[in-house]
């Protein structure tokens, strides 16, 4: 279910009766791409991995690129989970029984609505509450300007160096922290951030992106790290209070955040590091 939101996938782990085990799945749940990373993903496999024309060929090799991307996706998850099971949460495994309901007459207008107020408008309804905040203190940050330089230029060239660690630059990892409402703010804010414009903006043709890209020193080796934040990076604002509420912890929530973090770091430098050698 983290594949279509990693909010929706947390509370998805409610049926699970141990409370460690459910603690394990919703702490590992993150690992797994939502639809909002889904863009990025493709714009990024599309550029620098399968040409930037929509040829049958070149669709072709981005599904299995992306297929491929959510394998790993799947391996880290398990491989977490197993950690995590013999350390920190480690305790006697449970069976697992999922019973299946009593056949009724499906209730269409009933399901609907259920579907409409308790899901659809419970999630929105916690992104407008952060994401309406984050949006204005991004409009800020491009706007306010000290000696001519915006305040989101000094954040960047703050994190340029860490970022460069990375295989990324500052401007990368700053559109990850200021995508924190929503993953699908991270292109534009990057955008944004090259072309020095006060706005969010997004690119016409996956061509001029490129050129933009190319521009300000993106190669394959800043590709394939941007793609390695994209998965393991901590979740967005909805996800994250979603944590909080369904553990009561603002621990795990922590925990939830830093772990896929951490592992997005260690990996992106090992990544870098290999590629620079080659």
């Not at 790993?72 to 449970?94: A, M, N, Q, R, W």
């Not at 994190?159 to 924190?180: E, S």
Request: charged share 10%; aromatic share 8%.
């Amino acid at each position: 279910m983290g594949i279509g939101c990693n909010a929706c996938g947390v509370t998805g782990c409610r049926i699970i009766e141990s409370p460690k085990e459910r603690l394990i799945a919703i702490i590992t749940n993150n690992f797994m791409p939502c639809n909002g990373r889904f863009p990025t993903l493709i714009a990024i496999i599309l550029m620098f991995f399968a040409g930037t024309a929509f040829s049958f060929i070149a669709s072709i090799e981005v599904a299995l690129i992306l297929i491929a991307i959510i394998v790993l996706c799947i391996f880290v998850t398990l491989s977490i989970s197993k950690l995590l099971s013999v350390t920190i949460l480690k305790g006697e495994p449970s069976g697992f029984a999922l019973e299946l309901p009593p056949y009724r007459k499906p209730q269409i207008i009933k399901t609907i609505v259920r579907s409409l107020l308790d899901r659809t408008l419970f999630v929105l309804g916690r992104a407008v509450v952060v994401a309406a905040p984050a949006g204005a203190v991004i409009w800020l940050m491009a706007n306010i300007q000290i000696s001519d330089i915006s305040i989101l230029r000094y954040c960047t060239d703050f994190l340029d160096p860490f970022g460069r660690l990375l295989g990324v630059d500052g401007i990368i990892i700053m559109a990850f922290i200021l995508g924190f409402p929503a993953n699908e703010t991270v292109i534009p804010i990057i955008i944004m951030s090259y072309m020095a414009s006060g706005t969010l903006v997004e690119y016409s043709s996956y061509e001029q992106l490129l050129t933009l890209l190319s521009a300000n020193g993106w190669t394959v080796t800043t590709a394939v790290c941007t793609m390695i934040l994209c998965i393991m990076h901590y979740p967005c604002s909805t996800a994250c209070l979603t944590i909080k509420k369904e553990t009561g912890s603002l621990k795990w929530m922590i925990v939830s955040m830093a772990l896929p973090t951490i592992a997005g770091i260690i990996l992106c430098i090992a990544v870098s590091g290999v590629m620079s050698i080659f």
